[in-house]
């Protein structure tokens, strides 16, 4: 809209256009109050019953919450009003009404459950603390970025219709390409290994994953984002640094440039960026501080999966992020490499929070012989993915990298209590629309 200036720009003595939403009118006799709204904020704008136009006041009193007007006038100080300044205005405009019955209340005055608000995201988000997820959202991704870029990685885009699935398994949305059977990839991990294999030998991606898992809570998504770098001569104390550099950054960015979302969340007071090296416990001392707790009812042992309740113990227990190192070679996919002098141990390793894992990593297995005999250990076919494992005959160098869940980043950090609210149109076992 030309010439419009937004509200929290509007300066006394000035002829403005502002433009946004009907947050609400007050009617008090002869004058009444009509609070506009854009994403900047709100400004009043003052209708005087009998000193202004009869028509273009009841055009601003008639207009429904949320219907969209576009007002001209001057800008006045008020220290009455809730931004110390009001528009009394010289010209109003319905630019698009807005029904009188709204599936939800963008004022919050009325409370929506999670359902309906994901029903109506346009009216969700013009709640504040709404906007304000992703906002910061936005801030946070974009210095990751930044990070990566400063660890001279190349952004890269790869596909995500494919013939195989990264590791197998049954956790793949199946579809139609032209007559033969594809699926949505459930991640970029082996496309980003063969990148790290040429001479970008840095990459990162922050692209969408899909995985076909049965899981209903508040922490899964069938479709979510993935932070995902590689790097050719790294190895994996190299990746975690990375990861830990890269986690750190989100959070210096979101803290400097996101002081009034942060207050508009309601936790500007309590939000810190994490300082100092994040603790890196072997997957051994990881089962010894889970058990010497009491708090599972079962012990613990070598091969075993940490449970949600036991990541919760021992994310108590350390009150940090933190890293879990040297899983058990069993339990790591056929691409990890395991440690040459302790072969039953693999250098694959997870970031935890202590509210839940947010990235799996490692280094690679790049030695060709090695990784068709991980296929076959794994039932895999690797004629399947001969496209991947051929490049590994034309010199591929050591390599690492993880996969970080950009949702469960932003949920950790504002400490959401389900992902759904970390991701516009989520897509779960009962959501496909919108």
């Given at each position: 809209?030309?010439?419009?200036?937004?509200t929290?720009?509007?300066?006394?003595?000035?002829?403005?256009?502002?433009?946004?939403?009907?947050?609400?009118?007050?009617?008090?006799?002869?004058?009444?109050?009509?609070?506009?709204?854009?994403?900047?904020g709100?400004?009043?704008?003052?209708?005087?019953?009998?000193?202004?136009?009869?028509?273009?006041?009841?055009?601003?009193?008639?207009?429904?919450r949320?219907?969209?007007?576009?007002?001209?006038?001057?800008?006045?100080e008020?220290?009455?009003?809730?931004?110390?300044?009001?528009?009394?205005?010289?010209?109003i405009e319905?630019?698009?009404?807005?029904?009188?019955?709204?599936?939800?209340?963008?004022?919050?005055?009325?409370?929506?459950?999670?359902?309906?608000?994901?029903?109506?995201?346009?009216?969700?988000?013009?709640?504040?603390?709404?906007?304000?997820?992703?906002?910061?959202?936005?801030?946070?991704?974009?210095?990751?970025?930044?990070?990566?870029?400063?660890?001279?990685?190349?952004?890269?885009?790869?596909?995500?219709?494919?013939?195989?699935?990264?590791?197998?398994?049954?956790?793949?949305?199946?579809?139609?390409?032209?007559?033969?059977?594809?699926?949505?990839?459930?991640s970029?991990?082996?496309?980003?290994?063969?990148?790290?294999?040429?001479?970008?030998?840095?990459?990162?991606?922050?692209?969408?994953?899909?995985?076909?898992?049965?899981?209903?809570?508040?922490?899964?998504?069938?479709?979510?984002?993935?932070?995902?770098?590689?790097?050719?001569?790294?190895?994996?104390?190299?990746?975690?640094?990375?990861?830990?550099?890269?986690?750190?950054?989100?959070y210096?960015?979101?803290?400097?440039?996101c002081?009034?979302?942060?207050?508009?969340?309601?936790?500007?007071?309590?939000?810190?960026?994490?300082s100092?090296?994040?603790?890196?416990?072997?997957?051994?001392?990881a089962?010894?501080?889970?058990?010497?707790?009491?708090e599972l009812?079962?012990h613990?042992?070598?091969?075993?999966?940490?449970?949600?309740?036991?990541?919760?113990?021992?994310?108590?227990?350390?009150?940090?992020?933190?890293?879990i190192t040297d899983?058990?070679?069993?339990?790591?996919?056929?691409?990890?490499?395991?440690?040459?002098?302790?072969?039953?141990?693999s250098?694959?390793?997870?970031m935890?929070?202590?509210?839940?894992?947010?990235v799996?990593?490692?280094?690679?297995?790049?030695?060709?012989?090695?990784?068709?005999?991980?296929?076959?250990?794994?039932?895999?076919?690797?004629?399947?993915?001969?496209?991947?494992?051929?490049?590994?005959k034309?010199?591929?160098?050591?390599?690492?990298?993880?996969?970080?869940?950009?949702?469960?980043?932003?949920m950790?950090?504002?400490?959401?209590?389900?992902?759904?609210?970390?991701?516009?149109?989520?897509?779960?076992?009962?959501?496909?629309?919108?």
């Open positions: 809209m030309h010439g419009r200036t937004y929290a720009d509007a300066t006394p003595g000035e002829a403005v256009t502002v433009a946004g939403w009907v947050h609400e009118t007050r009617d008090l006799g002869g004058i009444a109050f009509l609070i506009l709204r854009d994403k900047t709100k400004i009043q704008v003052k209708l005087e019953k009998d000193e202004m136009d009869e028509a273009m006041v009841d055009t601003g009193l008639d207009a429904h949320e219907s969209v007007l576009k007002v001209e006038g001057d800008v006045k008020e220290p009455r009003a809730p931004t110390g300044v009001e528009v009394v205005p010289t010209d319905v630019v698009a009404p807005a029904d009188p019955e709204l599936p939800l209340d963008p004022s919050g005055k009325v409370d929506a459950e999670l359902p309906t608000r994901l029903d109506n995201r346009t009216l969700d988000l013009r709640k504040p603390e709404v906007q304000a997820v992703f906002e910061i959202r936005a801030e946070l991704l974009g210095a990751v970025r930044d990070a990566f870029r400063s660890h001279d990685a190349t952004e890269i885009n790869t596909p995500k219709i494919v013939a195989t699935g990264t590791e197998g398994g049954t956790e793949l949305f199946p579809i139609s390409y032209f007559g033969e059977e594809a699926f949505m990839n459930q970029p991990q082996l496309f980003k290994q063969l990148m790290a294999g040429s001479n970008l030998e840095r990459v990162f991606e922050i692209g969408p994953i899909f995985r076909a898992e049965e899981h209903n809570t508040p922490r899964h998504l069938n479709e979510a984002h993935s932070i995902d770098f590689e790097g050719a001569f790294c190895d994996h104390t190299e990746a975690m640094d990375v990861a830990e550099a890269v986690t750190k950054a989100g210096e960015a979101v803290a400097e440039n002081a009034d979302e942060l207050e508009t969340l309601g936790i500007a007071d309590e939000f810190a960026v994490p100092g090296e994040f603790p890196r416990l072997s997957y051994q001392e089962l010894d501080r889970v058990n010497a707790t009491g009812d079962e613990l042992a070598w091969g075993d999966d940490l449970s949600t309740e036991a990541e919760h113990v021992l994310g108590e227990a350390v009150g940090e992020h933190y890293f899983w058990p070679s069993e339990v790591k996919p056929f691409y990890i490499k395991d440690h040459d002098d302790e072969p039953e141990k250098t694959g390793f997870d935890m929070h202590p509210r839940m894992e947010l799996s990593g490692g280094q690679r297995e790049h030695r060709h012989e090695q990784l068709i005999a991980g296929f076959e250990q794994q039932g895999l076919d690797p004629e399947e993915f001969e496209y991947y494992t051929k490049m590994f034309y010199g591929m160098p050591p390599h690492a990298g993880w996969g970080m869940g950009a949702e469960r980043l932003l950790t950090m504002l400490d959401l209590d389900n992902i759904r609210e970390a991701v516009l149109f989520p897509r779960d076992r009962q959501r496909l629309s919108p």
